[in-house]
């Protein structure tokens, strides 16, 4: 371990912890999993196929329900995550302690430039680690990447299924009313696009389990004029729906 004046420098790569996720005797989940972070759009799905919760992941204030279907005649696990980028990491931790193996992720995202369309599909290569979860995981860095089995394999698929995209860098960041001016023209200037609060921790741990994982994105509210706008972002039940779909189907091609 090594050790600093900061404590989230001090990297342990001992993967023994003294608390880990339950493990089932056999595994509960199937292997390909989506994580959305779009419930509305999770819950019209349910109701139109009539889906049953298979699990749950646990907390003190909420449970949230893991959902089986099927997709190309293979099974495929929906479930909501945790939010923030702790919350992220526990959600990956106890889906693959559960089974799950191969991961896509849909969320939305901040805007940090213009002319981002609402509702664009983004494809983030690489997350700044403006956050504290991934320090846990990997060793100090500024930046995080995509693995790059389960990027190449995403551009197949959404080249495949005529998804229009955009890749790019995005900013992870725990502190939502901290994003500052000139802390935004900084990020800008080293390729981020977008700001969201899981990215960086979904791919360090994903790297430190060697999990393949993919995230994408839906360009949502804007912060790259003087004021925040948040142009509906919540409110695009068809675009929430659509990314989550194309979600679904890029399962086939991890």
């Known amino acids: 371990m090594k050790h600093s004046s900061f404590p989230i420098l001090e990297f342990d790569p001992d993967c ?43 907390s003190e204030i909420v449970d949230l329900p893991i959902y089986r279907l099927e997709r190309r005649g293979k099974p495929v696990c929906v479930a909501l995550p945790f939010a923030t980028s702790p919350g992220a990491v526990c959600t990956l931790e106890e889906l693959h302690a559960l089974g799950a193996e191969k991961f896509v992720v849909c969320g939305g995202a901040g805007c940090l430039v213009p002319d981002l369309k609402l509702g664009r599909v983004i494809l983030p290569a690489s997350a700044v680690r403006d956050q504290g979860a991934s320090y846990h995981y990997l060793e100090p860095s500024r930046e995080v990447k995509c693995s790059p089995a389960a990027l190449a394999a995403a551009k197949r698929g959404l080249a495949e299924l005529a998804v229009p995209y955009l890749e790019c860098k995005t900013w992870t960041t ?54 925040w706008d948040s142009r509906d972002w919540d409110k695009q039940r068809s675009a929430r729906r659509n990314i989550l779909e194309t979600a679904i189907e890029l399962t086939t091609f991890l």
């Open 16 to 58: 023994r912890a003294k608390l880990c996720p339950e493990q089932p005797d056999a595994p509960l989940l199937p292997e390909k999993c989506v994580i959305t972070f779009f419930r509305e759009a999770l819950e019209e799905l349910v109701r139109e196929q009539n889906l049953s919760p298979i699990a749950h992941l646990h």
């Open 174 to 227: 725990d502190a939502l009313y901290r994003e500052a001016e000139d802390k935004i023209a900084r990020r800008v200037q080293e390729g981020c696009l977008t700001v969201e609060m899981e990215c960086a921790g979904f791919f360090a741990v994903s790297q430190f389990y060697s999990l393949p994982l993919v995230q994408l994105l839906y360009a949502g509210d804007d912060l790259s004029a003087e004021t």
